[in-house]
């Protein structure tokens, strides 16, 4: 690729100009919002806390600097790759075809989304009321994290203007095609099940809710909401498993610290407990961000669930590794050996007993601590384990991902958290809505 | 590229073929007529590669991007890439005598009867034709490169520098010429008789019996034969394979055997997940239709706090 070429220079402004347009446009919309308080009539207005976002210390501005400066890179590097091609940004070759993208963005990005249906199925199936709370926050926590996992693909797919083309070529055989086609679904009903909430909001507007049907389509929504969680249970459990499945196709590729044919059971299993752990950390953080009470009780609850998930796992990887013989290779010094260790040990064996003991899960510092270890060691790592390190062996060490592979990945996330945030500032996704909001 | 001319158009035969086949499906009730062409080994083509013959001439590879309107057609090619589909590589051996020497090894795609890619696809990208040739449909690829990451044999080509339209390359054992009734132009163009095109099942025949009238010349082993079920390409050689560079620890078994499996059990795991979670849902809410009905009415009293009621 040739620097300073005219293109490069049109890439440059617009890795400039896009993320400014939506910071700006955000800000802009924040503005008029606050500007218009009439638009809001009667009690409502003391429920729609709206400011202008202002820079109240040094750090804040240093964050929004930061924040800009990885957005903008990470536009620029999207321009590129829709320029110059996959090859021009990443360290992938045709003898190591999926990276960090397929890794992470989309394979851990899909289980850190499964606290979605685990709390959903546990609040309206189980109906176990007191989850309740926790609903609202996981489905947006999944949603975001589905939007990610497209996001994602539209940049790793070579050709994402045809990503429509499983839906109409159904392929009984592919896995991935199932895949596909279940992430599709599911994206909707998370939509479908988190539409209560922007309606909620929007009823509130007397000028929207009379000329919109938004009153009756939310009653109606309320009532058939069951049918979308059980929907969400079933196309979740397929495609959270098949992800697993994807790489059982490659016998002898995958090294056998991971290739099993039970890998379908396991990736479902590890994001049974990464969806109660992934609630765990976002409610952590969100109450940390917004000033809100913890629900330590509930999320204590929830990391004794996750132990009993975890530990029916363990049995499972250990049985399968025994009974396949691989286990000889756990004790090799190797790459793969360590990487094994620190997944099942840190990841899944360690958090397992955190979470089992009662008067240690119940402090907010270990109940933390441990779900991380759940998310970055028990299934980011296992998923980085299973598309990249354990392949390392089979191909050489012929793959790390590149800086602009990060930057892309840390865009992407930055997206899902500044969305995060808006949501959990302008929609009534946490129970107090408005009485405990920033000010 | 030549995406256009490698597109297969629907030939009368072709229709009668999927009509048969349809109609046999609808009779025999098999629940999935779709796979009955992909694994029958019967009827198909294949290719005979004896590389004890092969001299690296290199004619062969020349032809292949002559045939299929590759760029640069008369650079040898050293490696497959999205402008080769095939090229043969030099491999230094020490022989049974002990003396060393160089062997010429033709590589492509091995167009596996049950194949990793056709099956990996999620938009019929890659695709049986059913008679020996994988063939690549452009228009209907993603891009997602799930056939790189499934082929046994690395073999599937990716255009990395291509922003827009990547495509993904490889041999498609020349279906536009078997199908105008000519030999692939590889074999076509080859002088030492080191490729030799025709039915599978003869080409094996016709090898087992060439290893059994040498004695001591041939190592008895076709390769392609049983690795991964079986592949459309057959090697025979006088250095074992292992010394060419050939995958060894393949499986004598198609590995999207394993995955239909897994595939087959799906529509159990959906009518189980489903029955087991509506029938808690039903449990749970047992008696609490009429509180439901209640609400209900509560909240359309009071139009305009729809949202009081927290209850999700």
């Not at chain 1, 895949?179 to 909707?188: E, F, K």
């Not at chain 1, 998310?375 to 793959?399: A, D, E, H, M, Q």
Request: charged share 15%; aromatic share 10%.
């Amino acid at each position: 690729m040739e620097l300073l070429s005219p293109l490069m220079w049109i890439i440059l402004a617009l890795s400039i100009g896009i993320p400014a347009f939506f910071i700006l446009g955000a800000r802009y919309v924040a503005y008029r919002l606050a500007g218009q308080p009439t638009s809001v009539p009667g009690p409502a207005t003391g429920a729609f806390p709206v400011r202008v976002p202002r820079f109240t210390s040094r750090w804040r501005a240093l964050r929004t600097l930061l924040m800009v400066m990885v957005l903008g890179t990470g536009t620029g590097i999207i321009l590129l790759r829709f320029v110059y091609g996959i090859g021009a940004v990443t360290n992938l070759s045709d003898q190591f075809a999926w990276g960090l993208w397929i890794s992470f963005d989309v394979m851990s990005g899909v289980a850190l989304a499964a606290g979605a249906f685990v709390i959903a199925a546990t609040a309206h199936i189980f109906r176990i009321e007191r989850f309740k709370p926790l609903v609202r926050p996981a489905i947006l926590t999944g949603l975001l994290g589905y939007f990610l996992v497209v996001g994602g693909l539209m940049v790793d797919l070579g050709k994402p203007y045809n990503i429509w083309r499983p839906l109409i070529h159904w392929q009984h055989r592919s896995v991935l095609w199932e895949v596909g086609l279940c992430v599709a679904t599911y994206t909707t009903v998370l939509l479908i099940e988190f539409m209560p909430v922007i309606l909620e909001r929007l009823n509130k507007f007397e000028g929207i809710a009379k000329r919109l049907p938004t009153v009756p389509l939310y009653r109606l929504l309320k009532r058939v909401s069951i049918v979308f969680v059980i929907l969400g249970v079933v196309l979740s459990t397929l495609h959270q498993s098949s992800l697993g499945s994807l790489w059982v196709l490659m016998p002898g590729k995958l090294s056998p610290l991971w290739y099993s044919l039970y890998l379908p059971v396991f990736f479902w299993l590890s994001a049974v407990a990464v969806g109660l752990a992934m609630t765990i950390v976002e409610s952590t953080l969100s109450s940390k961000a917004f000033k809100r009470g913890l629900e330590i009780d509930l999320l204590a609850d929830l990391a004794k669930a996750a132990s009993v998930v975890l530990l029916i796992y363990l049995a499972a990887r250990g049985a399968d590794i025994l009974a396949r013989g691989a286990w000889p290779l756990v004790f090799e010094p190797s790459l793969q050996a360590a990487s094994f260790w620190a997944e099942i040990g840190l990841g899944v064996i360690m958090p397992a007993i955190l979470f089992a003991i009662a008067p240690l899960r119940k402090k907010p510092a270990v109940l933390f601590s441990g779900a991380l270890m759940v998310v970055l060691f028990g299934v980011v790592l296992n998923r980085i384990n299973v598309g990249i390190i354990g392949l390392l062996p089979y191909t050489g060490n012929i793959y790390v991902p590149s800086w602009m592979e990060f930057v892309v990945t840390l865009t992407l996330i930055s997206v899902g958290v500044i969305a995060f945030g808006l949501a959990a500032k302008y929609l009534p996704v946490f129970p107090e809505e408005g009485e405990h909001a920033s000010h | 590229m030549s995406a256009s001319n490698r597109k297969s158009k629907l030939s009368r035969r072709d229709f009668l073929k999927i009509a048969a086949a349809t109609t046999a499906g609808f009779l025999a009730g098999s629940a999935n007529p779709v796979y009955a062409s992909d694994t029958s080994a019967e009827g198909t083509w294949g290719m005979l590669i004896d590389l004890t013959r092969c001299t690296g001439c290199n004619s062969c590879a020349l032809a292949c991007k002559e045939s299929n309107d590759l760029p640069q057609a008369d650079v040898v090619p050293e490696s497959l890439d999205s402008d080769a589909f095939t090229f043969v590589e030099a491999r230094q051996v020490v022989t049974a005598n002990g003396e060393p020497e160089t062997r010429y090894v033709k590589r492509q795609c091995m167009h596996c009867l049950n194949a990793a890619c056709v099956s990996a696809c999620p938009a019929a990208a890659m695709h049986s034709s059913g008679e020996g040739p994988v063939i690549y449909r452009p228009n209907r690829c993603l891009g997602c490169r799930y056939c790189q990451v499934a082929c046994p044999f690395e073999v599937p080509r990716f255009d990395w520098d291509n922003g827009v339209n990547p495509v993904i390359s490889k041999c498609w054992l020349c279906y536009d010429r078997l199908q105008a009734g000519q030999k692939p132009a590889c074999a076509e163009a080859c002088p030492t008789g080191t490729l030799r095109f025709g039915q599978r099942e003869e080409l094996l025949t016709q090898a087992h019996a060439q290893i059994a009238s040498n004695p001591g010349r041939y190592v008895d082993h076709v390769f392609g034969e049983s690795e991964v079920g079986g592949t459309s390409m057959l090697y025979i050689s006088d250095v074992p394979f292992d010394r060419l560079g050939f995958p060894t620890s393949l499986p004598q078994t198609a590995p999207p055997e394993e995955t239909e499996k897994i595939m087959s059990k799906l529509p159990f795991v959906i009518g189980g997940m489903a029955a087991v979670m509506t029938g808690t849902a039903v449990y749970t809410h047992r008696g609490s239709i009429k509180s439901t009905e209640s609400d209900r009415t509560a909240e359309q009293s009071e139009p305009s706090h729809p949202t009081d009621n927290q209850e999700e």
